[in-house]
C-alpha cells in the first residue's frame, strides 16, 4: 500500500520556522516530482513548492517565495518543506503529494498520491 505520510506541523508564532517532512512507502517516487500544498479553511487548495525528480528545479508560489524551501532525499523516499518567516496567513492543513511526472508542476490533477495532511497555524 503507497503511503505519503506528513508530519513537522504545529502552532508557531509570527516570524517563527517549522520544518515539514513526507515519508513515502509502499514504494519508491525518486523518479517522480513532489509538491507541497495546502489548504486553508474556506479555501481551495494550492500549490506551495514543487520540486522535480532529481531536486534540480523548483517552483514556489509568489506567497512563499523567499520564505520558504523545498527539497528532498531520495535516498530516504522523503521530501521536506523548510518554513521561515512565518506568518498568520501560512495558517492552513499542509499536504504533500507525488506526481506522475518527472518535472516539477503546479498542476494538481497531475499528483495521483496524496498525503493525509499536517496543520499548521501561525499566531499573530
Known amino acids: 500500500q503507497v503511503q505519503l505520510v506528513e508530519s513537522g506541523g504545529g502552532l508557531v508564532q509570527a516570524g517563527g520556522s517549522l520544518r515539514l517532512s513526507c515519508v513515502a512507502s509502499?514504494?519508491?517516487?525518486?523518479?517522480?516530482?513532489m509538491g507541497w500544498f495546502r489548504q486553508a479553511p474556506g479555501k481551495g487548495r494550492e500549490v506551495v513548492a514543487t520540486i522535480s525528480w532529481s531536486g534540480g528545479s523548483a517552483y514556489y508560489a509568489d506567497s512563499v517565495e523567499g520564505r520558504f524551501t523545498i527539497s528532498r532525499d531520495n535516498a530516504k523516499n522523503t521530501v521536506y518543506l523548510q518554513m521561515n518567516s512565518l506568518k498568520p496567513e501560512d495558517t492552513a492543513v499542509y499536504y504533500c503529494?507525488?506526481?506522475?511526472?518527472?518535472?516539477?508542476?503546479?498542476?494538481?490533477?497531475?499528483?495521483?498520491?496524496w498525503g493525509q495532511g499536517t496543520q499548521v497555524t501561525v499566531s499573530s
Open positions: 503529494a507525488a506526481a506522475s511526472r518527472r518535472d516539477y508542476t503546479t498542476r494538481l490533477d497531475l499528483y495521483n498520491y
Open positions: 509502499g514504494r519508491t517516487f525518486s523518479s517522480n516530482a
